[in-house]
C-alpha cells in the first residue's frame, strides 16, 4: 500500500467546451447502458461510489468522459471488463481488483485517442490485463496500476499490437508494473509487450517512459520489444528477480535514461538492428548487466552503448560464442567499475571501444584502444548511488566518434546529440568537455531514480492484499466544498480543528494547475473562494488542499472534484 498522500489527486478528466455537455451519474448496468445511448460528443458518464460486479461497459461512441464521483472509490469485481471502440474515449479512476473474466481482457482497446488514467488492476484472473489493438493509434496509458494476476497462463499484462501499415504512436506513461509471481524464463507474463514475433518489422513508435516496475517474476523479460522504432526512457527497473529489458524482435530501438537496480539483469539484445543505449544507469545486478545474444534468426548489427554507468553488477556479455556473433558494435564514454565478477564475457573481438573507462577483472584482452583501465573514483551520495568524484578521471574525458541518436517522425524529442545527462542536467557542447557515464559532475540535481513507486501509478491509495472488503472504508475526510456545482465562489470547510498553512490548488481537467493559494489560518474557519471562478469554462475540476502543521513536520493532503457550470 502507497503510505503517501494525495489519496484522491486532481481528478476527473475533459474540459467542456460547450456549456450545455450533459452528466450522467449511474449505478449500474441498466443506467450505464441507458446513459451511453442517451450521450453525446462531450459528455460524461459519471459512476457513483461503490463496488459492483459483472459490469461490462461497451463504448462504442466518441468523446465521451466516464469517470468516477470520488477518485479510486468505484470498484469493479466478477466478470467486469470495457471494450472501447470509439475514439477519443477518456476513462479514469476506477478500480478492478479480484475478478475473473477468463479468457477476455480487462480493457480492450480497438478505438484511437484513448486516455486510460488513474486506473488500478489488481488480483484478476484474466487474458490480458489492457490490450491495444492493430486498429488504434495514439493511445494513452497514464498513472495506472498493474499488478498480480491471478492466472499464470502465458500471456502478458499490458499488450500494444502493431499495424502493417500505420505506427500507433502510443505511450505508456507513469505506470507501476508489480507483484507478478512466476518462474521467469519464457513464461509469457511480461509486464508489457510491444508487438509479435510477426509484427517485428513494422514501425511501432511507442513510447515507454517514467514506468516503474519491480517484483515482476513471471517472465524473463519485463518489457518485450517486438516492432521497430520504439522508445524506453525514464524507467526504473528494480529489485525484478527473474527478468530484465529485452530488444526481441525489430529494430531501431532507444533504451535511454533509465535505472536498472538489484535483480537478473539490465538489457538483453536478442534481435535486430540499429539500437541504442544510452545515458542508463546500472547496479547491483546478480546476473548480466547487458547481454549481446549470439542468434541465428536476426543476427545482431550496429548496436550502440554510449554514456552509461555500470556499478557492481556482473558481466557485459558480448555474445562471441557461436556462428551468429553481433556486428558493428561500438562502446563509447562508458563507465565499468566493480563487478561482481568478471566486466567482460564472450567477446567477438570486433568490437570498437571509444573513451571507456573500466575498473576491475576485465575477463578479455585489454582492446587496442578505447577502453582504459582506471579507477573512476566514483563518489556514493546521501541516497546510495554513485556519481563521480572531483578528482574522478572521467570528467571531461568524452570522446567523439558515436552515432547521434535518431528522431522518430511524429514522435516526442529525443535528445539526440546527448545534450544532457541522466537527471536532465547539461551536458557541454563541446564533446571533450562532456564526462564519461551517465551523469555530469557536478551533479546540481542528486542522482537517483526518476521514477519511483510514489509517483507511479494512480495516487489513490491501492491495497497490496489480493483481496478487498466490499463493505470498502473510504478515508476519513479532512475538508468537504460546497456548492457544487459551482456558479461564482467555492466553500472549503475544513473538517478538522486546523491552525497553520493551508495550500490550496485548483487544477484543470487535463491536471494542469490553474490557481494556487498559501496562506497561515489562526482559527479554523471556512474558506470562500472567488477570485477567477467566472471565467472558468463549464466542466469538472478538482481542489486540492495541503495541510502543513508548523513544526510537526506532517502534511496533509486531499484532493476533491466539482463541476464548473
Request: net charge negative; glycine share 8%.
Amino acid at each position: 500500500m502507497k503510505y503517501f498522500y494525495p489519496i484522491l489527486l486532481f481528478f476527473l478528466a475533459v474540459l467542456f467546451q460547450q456549456a450545455h455537455a450533459a452528466v450522467f451519474l449511474v449505478n449500474s448496468q441498466q443506467s450505464f447502458d441507458q446513459a451511453h445511448d442517451d450521450a453525446a460528443v462531450n459528455d460524461s458518464i459519471i459512476w457513483e461510489v461503490g463496488t459492483y460486479a459483472d459490469i461490462y461497459m461497451d463504448i462504442d461512441k466518441d468523446q465521451l468522459f466516464i469517470g468516477t464521483k470520488e477518485l479510486g472509490e468505484t470498484i469493479f469485481r466478477g466478470n467486469s471488463k470495457v471494450r472501447i471502440d470509439g475514439d477519443h474515449i477518456t476513462m479514469k479512476g476506477f478500480q478492478y481488483v479480484g475478478g475473473n473474466i477468463g479468457t477476455s481482457d480487462v480493457f480492450g482497446i480497438y478505438g484511437s485517442y484513448a486516455l486510460i488514467t488513474q486506473i488500478n488492476i489488481r488480483a484478476y484472473t484474466s487474458y490480458k490485463y489492457l490490450r491495444i489493438r492493430e486498429s488504434s493509434q495514439y493511445c494513452v496509458v497514464s498513472y495506472c496500476n498493474f499488478e498480480n494476476r491471478l492466472n499464470l497462463d502465458d500471456q502478458n499484462i499490458l499488450s500494444i499490437l502493431v499495424d502493417s501499415n500505420q505506427p500507433g504512436y502510443h505511450k505508456i506513461q507513469h505506470c507501476s508494473f508489480k507483484n507478478f509471481e512466476g518462474t521467469g524464463n519464457d513464461m509469457g507474463i511480461e509486464p508489457i509487450r510491444i508487438g509479435l514475433s510477426s509484427q517485428a518489422n513494422r514501425i511501432s513508435r511507442s513510447l515507454v517512459e517514467y514506468c516503474y516496475f519491480t517484483g515482476c517474476d513471471g517472465d524473463g523479460e519485463l518489457i518485450s520489444s517486438k516492432a521497430t522504432q520504439n522508445v524506453y526512457r525514464f524507467n526504473t527497473f528494480e529489485n525484478n528477480t527473474k527478468a530484465e529489458l529485452v530488444l526481441r524482435h525489430g529494430s531501431e530501438a532507444i533504451v535511454y535514461g533509465n535505472f536498472f537496480l538489484r535483480g537478473k539483469g539490465g538489457i538483453r539484445v536478442r534481435e535486430g538492428q540499429n539500437h541504442y543505449i544510452y545515458n542508463n544507469y546500472f547496479e547491483g545486478l546478480n546476473d548480466r548487466a547487458l547481454y549481446l545474444q549470439n542468434e541465428a534468426s536476426d543476427p545482431l548489427d550496429s548496436i550502440m552503448i554510449a554514456f552509461n554507468t555500470l556499478v557492481d553488477c556482473e558481466e557485459v556479455r558480448l555474445g562471441g560464442v557461436g556462428n551468429n556473433k553481433p556486428t558493428h558494435v561500438l562502446f563509447a564514454n562508458n563507465i565499468f567499475t566493480d563487478p561482481k565478477d568478471d566486466l567482460f564475457r564472450e567477446p567477438t573481438g570486433t568490437e570498437t571501444w571509444i573513451g571507456n573507462v573500466a575498473f576491475g577483472d576485465l575477463g578479455m584482452t585489454l582492446p587496442a584502444s578505447g577502453l582504459t583501465i582506471i579507477n573512476p573514483l566514483l563518489v556514493e551520495n546521501s541516497l546510495g548511488f554513485w556519481g563521480l568524484d572531483s578528482l574522478s578521471p572521467a570528467i571531461d574525458a568524452a570522446q567523439m566518434g558515436y552515432p547521434l541518436l535518431p528522431q522518430f517522425p511524429g514522435m516526442d524529442s529525443i535528445d539526440t546529440a546527448i545534450m544532457f545527462d541522466l537527471m536532465g542536467q547539461d551536458r557541454p557542447q563541446m564533446e571533450s568537455k562532456k564526462d564519461l557515464g551517465s551523469n555530469e559532475y557536478p551533479h546540481h540535481i542528486p542522482i537517483q531514480p526518476i521514477a519511483t513507486e510514489a509517483n507511479t501509478g494512480p495516487s489513490y491509495i491501492t491495497s497490496d492484499v489480493s483481496s478487498i472488503d466490499i463493505n470498502h472504508e473510504r478515508e476519513i475526510d479532512l475538508f468537504h466544498i460546497y456548492p457544487n456545482p459551482v456558479d461564482n465562489q467555492l466553500t472549503i470547510s475544513l473538517q478538522t480543528s486546523y491552525t497553520g498553512k493551508i495550500k490550496v490548488e485548483i487544477f484543470d481537467p487535463a491536471g494542469r494547475m490553474i490557481r494556487e493559494s498559501i496562506q497561515e489560518l489562526t482559527a479554523a474557519s471556512d474558506l470562500v473562494i472567488s477570485q477567477g471562478m467566472m471565467d472558468l469554462s463549464p466542466g469538472v475540476y478538482s481542489i486540492k488542499v495541503s495541510l502543513s502543521k508548523a513544526g510537526s513536520g506532517i502534511t496533509s493532503t486531499q484532493s476533491k472534484t466539482f463541476l464548473k457550470r
